[in-house]
């Protein structure tokens, strides 16, 4: 493949790709590492790097993949560093664990599903949307009333509305979803 197939991102592309995986890419990080102060500065350094040597790619599609591939390399590579070693002992085998295709790439899929339920959520109404969250964490209908000082049926009724917005947004996702939730 020539240098004028490769794809390089445009300054404009780079901050718009910043500023819609910084978030799950800090989460994803903070996985391995435990610590998401180490993961924010991991996912920095990520994307210093992609800028200031200009990687190219070989599609617009591979970009994302590669940037999780990187902050999952970041990450164990500070797991296996001294610094981490002297004050955290982690085994060799638990780091070789986390190395494992298989871990990586469900973690991957966790972060982009729960990116994508966030954003669907995000189109609710603010009480809607308060609720979904309350409910994903488990809260019953009525700790979730009293949580939000409403009745039980406002509750339900939410969530009758949410689930019915929710459904059309989330239908091509359902075997992400069901996924995720099969495997926790």
Avoid: H
């Amino acid at each position: 493949m020539q240098d004028t197939d490769k794809y390089k991102l445009t300054l404009k592309e780079y901050k718009s790709l910043f500023d819609k995986l910084y978030t799950s890419l800090c989460i994803f990080a903070n996985k391995y590492i435990e610590n998401i102060e180490i993961s924010k500065d991991i996912v920095q350094d990520v994307f210093i790097r992609i800028w200031e040597k200009k990687v190219e790619f070989q599609d617009e599609n591979n970009i994302k993949s590669y940037i999780y591939t990187a902050v999952k390399n970041k990450s164990l590579d500070y797991l296996k560093s001294k610094r981490y070693k002297s004050t955290d002992n982690y085994a060799s085998a638990d780091i070789e664990k986390l190395e494992a295709v298989a871990n990586f790439l469900r973690e991957v899929v966790i972060e982009e599903t729960s990116s994508i339920i966030e954003d669907a959520i995000n189109t609710l109404p603010n009480k809607c949307a308060q609720i979904i969250r309350l409910s994903i964490k488990n809260f019953t209908n009525p700790q979730i009333a009293e949580e939000l000082g409403i009745s039980i049926n406002t509750v339900k009724a939410q969530k009758r509305i949410a689930y019915q917005r929710l459904r059309p947004i989330l239908k091509d996702y359902f075997i992400l979803i069901a996924f995720i939730f099969d495997n926790n």
